[in-house]
Structures are given as C-alpha cells and as structure tokens.
C-alpha cells in the first residue's frame, strides 16, 4: 500500500511537468539560437543593430572595441537576445501549456489573448524604438556634438544602450494590457481611470524623462505612445471584461 501523501504526488508532478516545459522552452530558445549563427551570422545581426547609430556618424565612421573579446562577445550577446525574441512565441505555448490544465473555461478567455497581446504589443514597442526612434535620436545627438570630438562609441557601451531603449519601449507598449488587467480583476474602475487621465499623461513623460536620454526627441517619442496607449486601453477594456466574464458573473 503507498504511503505517499496526495498532496505531495501533485506537487512533484507539477514540478516534473514545470521542469519539462522550461526544459522545452531551453531547447527552443537554443535552436532559434543555432539557426541565427549559421544564418546571417553574429557579426550580420551586430551591423543590423548597430545601422542607426552606423548612419548617424560621419561618412566612413566606425564603432570601436576597447575590450581584447568584445568583438567576439557583444554580437553573440546579440544573437542569443534575437533567438530568444523570435522563439518567444514558443516559450510563452509552454508557460500556457502549464497553467491551462488549471483554469476556469473563462479564466482561459482571460489568459490566451492577454498573452499574445502582450507579446505583440513587446515586439512592437521594439520595433518602433529601432526603426522610428534610434535614427531621430542618434541624428540628434550628433548634431550637438562638437567638431573638435571624434565620435567612435564603443561596441558594448551601444549595445547596453539599445537593450535599455528596447526594453524601455518594450514595457512602455505594455500599457493597454496593464489597463486591461486592472479593470478586469476589479482593482479600479473604468471610470477611475479616465479621472486620472491628466495624471497618467504627466506620468508617462515623468517615466519617458527618467528611462531616456536627456533629449526632448526620445522624450515624447515615448511619452506620446504611453499616452495613446493608454487610452487604448481604455476603449478595449470594457469589450474584454464583456467576453471573459464567469458564469456567475453572468447572472
């Protein structure tokens, strides 16, 4: 007769079940990886990010290494930072997959659209820093630099930089799915919300002034999505609660 305890056969096997999901997360990550080493390479991928910063210097200007293996390391940083954004769908399948055995039907409604649409809104985000904020920045910086400076940033100290700026814009795209999630667990209202609008405003360019460089451009390039933002958020909230509510909430 077995002596385990119920309890503690469900939690190990939640434990084996969390270990094989992050194990095939892990693998996941690791083959996007390989593929982007094979094709287009490392050192194509650092050029890619590295075009805005490239474009704002003077003609036949170049990034420069201080460290002896930070050619070698700075652009298979980059690589593995690309394999994990592209195997992201990927990952977020196996966190899903481990959590959804639990769910309500309605916490699933829940659950699966905020998941890609927070992972969309990720990926926009960065994508609207590289390729509509990094160019007006770079250009602006270069125009207040002196003609007695040489201006050759260092490989690591750039890559640094626009992994803060992505990640930045990245969280700041999260707004409408913060919006959302607070209406929907009942912690403030709808209406609550739009009274602190004035706030919100003032607190998107107070975060965009902290987060970003001290230039008025990379300012309200932030600041001005967060706002639109969050009033996406408010339009979309009330639709989502309607489609997600329980049964009894039903009634």
């Not at 693998?27 to 390479?41: E, K, V």
């Not at 994508?127 to 250009?139: K, M, S």
């Not at 008025?216 to 932030?222: H, I, K, P, R, T």
Request: proline share 8%.
């Amino acid at each position: 007769m077995s002596t385990e305890n119920p309890v503690e056969e469900t939690f190990i096997s939640h434990l084996i079940e969390l270990r094989d999901r992050l194990v095939k997360a892990s693998i996941g990550i690791l083959i996007a990886t390989a593929a982007l080493m094979f094709w287009p390479g490392p050192a194509q991928i650092y050029d890619l990010i590295a075009q805005p910063m490239i474009a704002a210097l003077p003609v036949g200007s170049k990034m420069i290494a201080t460290g002896v293996i930070a050619p070698f390391l700075v652009p298979m940083k980059v690589t593995l930072l690309l394999g994990f954004v592209l195997s992201l769908p990927w990952v977020l399948y196996q966190m899903w997959a481990f959590v959804a055995p639990g769910l309500y039907t309605h916490e699933k409604r829940l659950v699966a659209p905020l998941v890609i649409s927070s992972s969309l809104l990720f990926v926009g985000g960065v994508a609207f820093c590289y390729f509509l904020v990094f160019g007006r920045v770079f250009a602006f910086i270069s125009e207040f630099s002196p003609t007695s400076i040489a201006v050759t940033p260092d490989i690591e100290n750039y890559l640094d930089f626009v992994m803060s700026m992505c990640l930045a814009f990245g969280a700041a795209f999260e707004v409408p799915v913060v919006v959302v999630i607070l209406v929907r667990m009942g912690i403030v209202s709808l209406a609550k919300l739009k009274e602190w609008r004035p706030y919100v405003i003032v607190g998107a360019f107070v975060i965009a002034a902290i987060v970003t460089p001290p230039d008025v451009v990379s300012q309200f390039s932030l600041a001005i999505p967060m706002w639109l933002l969050f009033e996406v958020g408010l339009l979309v909230s009330p639709l989502f609660v309607r489609m997600t509510r329980s049964p009894e909430e039903q009634v």
